[in-house]
């Protein structure tokens, strides 16, 4: 979906709530993600965008580049999880890790980073405090995030597209009246999720990251 296309959707349908829109035109103007774990950085980086930071292309491009990765966290695209080296929702040595996949499947396996890792290094490039969100319970969940995007705050939700493949997304908006929320994915894709369906893709089982919904919040 296109920026005007979702102008004319905003705008014949009553009650959404969203981010800036030139923001996410600006933000859409990005290339698509390339790499097969770095949604990350990618939602990351249209994270910053989103909340008015200084961004540019060359600067995704670096972005990108030095993000932390780590092996065991959520992978993106295709989903290439290693969730087999990870006991009790703890990391093993990366170090060790690393040897044994590399040894084992004869080439490097890059891992994006965990929602703390991420907020952490998203922190260090924006103008707002930028934090991992845990929620245990999902109508408090839902309710802060929706007071994000009332405050104009981007907001980065980790989603669950099976039992080893995560992905980031970027909440641009949502209308209470109709219950849909509409995201932008780092395929530069504007899609319209239902209310349940959001829930459900938000909702992650997997041992190794903690808490039922996890987000990266602008404050």
Known sequence: MSINELKQRI???????HLPLDRIQKALQLPPQAESWSCGPNSGYRALILNGDK????????????CP?????????GG???DFLVTGGRF?????VANKVANQFDR???????????AKYINKHS???????IGENWSDFWTQLCRDID???????????????LHYINLIGYNPKNETVAILDTDNAIEFWSKSKFKNQAKITVSYIRGTWNAVRFY
């Not at 705008?11 to 709530?17: A, F």
């Not at 060359?58 to 972005?63: A, K, V």
């Not at 093993?92 to 060790?96: D, E, G, I, P």
């Not at 405050?151 to 493949?165: F, M, N, Q, W, Y």
């Open 151 to 165: 405050r104009t705050d981007p907001a980065i939700i980790l989603v669950e597209k099976g039992t080893t493949s």
């Open 80 to 82: 290439k999880v290693v």
């Open 127 to 133: 103008k707002s405090k930028v934090k991992r969100y």
């Open 92 to 96: 093993t040595s990366a170090a060790k």
């Open 69 to 77: 990765k780590s092996i065991g966290a959520p992978q993106t695209t």
């Open 55 to 66: 961004s540019s292309e060359n600067g995704l491009r670096s972005f990108i580049n030095n």
């Open 11 to 17: 705008q014949t349908e009553p009650g959404w709530k």
């Open 108 to 118: 490097s396996i890059d891992v994006g980073p965990d929602p703390s890792s991420l």
